[in-house]
């Protein structure tokens, strides 16, 4: 169980991954930009047949969130995730060098040289996924070598790990997942409920106090966020961050809104 203090605070970390400020009492809020086809999009249930386009540009919405008020980006490479590689790049190396504030970029990061490169890119965390399921040696021995830099992510399909951008589930509940990795040096997890991604219903509330009970660093709880009582509720609860992407692309309530509910009273 986390203490008091270590449920409400956030790190956020400058270009060069060292500590910059601590918020107290406030839960972070990310908002996100996926990336496919060099276009803002997001995807309904993980489906890549089910995509809304939201923006030509996604330096340029990474600007607009970071003029709204935004402290940290979430940035998914949709592209990446299926491909097995650092496919939008190029893209996200500008984004990095265009914005202050600090971003996490998860999709095809499948090896060190690509970590490396993002983290020369200006990249501050990096979210991985997959190969955390598949390839548990080279993750240990990646969180060692990269502290604080790398978040865990996790995708959950009715309590089971997804991967390959959710292309295939597994067989291993997400909370068993998570507890192989808490002895390590890492920055966070993002925990994503699939079915509530890009539904506009509400989070799994259940779900993601299960996955906060199960590990001992900070949770980012995604998918589903669709109302200002959810960021609060998430809030109030004490969760550490919370991702939202559909509900502010489509109007649901502004990001200044939503950073102001996120403070705790």
Not at 67 to 75: R, T
Not at 94 to 113: D, H, Q, S, V, W
Not at 137 to 153: I, S, T
Not at 168 to 174: F, I, M, Y
């Amino acid at each position: 169980m986390l203490s008091l203090l270590d449920r409400y605070k956030c790190l956020l970390y400058n270009a060069n991954g060292n500590f910059e400020k601590i918020l107290l009492n406030s839960m972070l809020i990310l908002p996100a930009i996926d990336i496919r086809n060099g276009k803002c999009v997001r995807l309904q249930q993980g489906d890549y047949g089910k995509e809304t386009i939201y923006g030509d540009s996604p330096v340029e919405m990474a600007k607009h969130w970071e003029g709204q008020g935004a402290e940290f980006l979430h940035i998914v490479d949709l592209d990446g995730a299926k491909d097995r590689q650092a496919t939008n790049f190029s893209v996200i190396s500008k984004i990095a060098e265009n914005l202050k504030i600090p971003i996490e970029i998860g999709g095809g990061i499948r090896n060190e040289e690509t970590i490396q490169r993002y983290l020369n890119a200006g990249v501050n965390r990096l979210v991985i996924g997959t190969l955390a399921l598949k390839e548990a040696d080279w993750f240990r021995e990646m969180c060692r070598k990269f502290p604080d830099r790398l978040v865990l992510g996790i995708d959950g399909r009715n309590g089971l790990v997804a991967t390959e951008g959710w292309l295939e589930t597994s067989q291993t509940l997400a909370t068993d997942l998570a507890k192989k990795y808490i002895d390590l040096p890492l920055s966070a997890l993002v925990y994503t409920d699939i079915a509530k991604d890009g539904m506009l219903e509400g989070p799994n509330i259940t779900e993601m106090e299960a996955m906060r009970r199960a590990v001992p660093f900070p949770l980012i709880v995604s998918g589903g966020i669709a109302s200002l009582d959810d960021v609060r509720r998430l809030a109030q609860d004490g969760f550490h961050a919370c991702i939202i992407g559909k509900a502010l692309y489509e109007n649901k309530f502004r990001l200044p809104e939503a950073l102001a509910v996120a403070k705790v009273q």
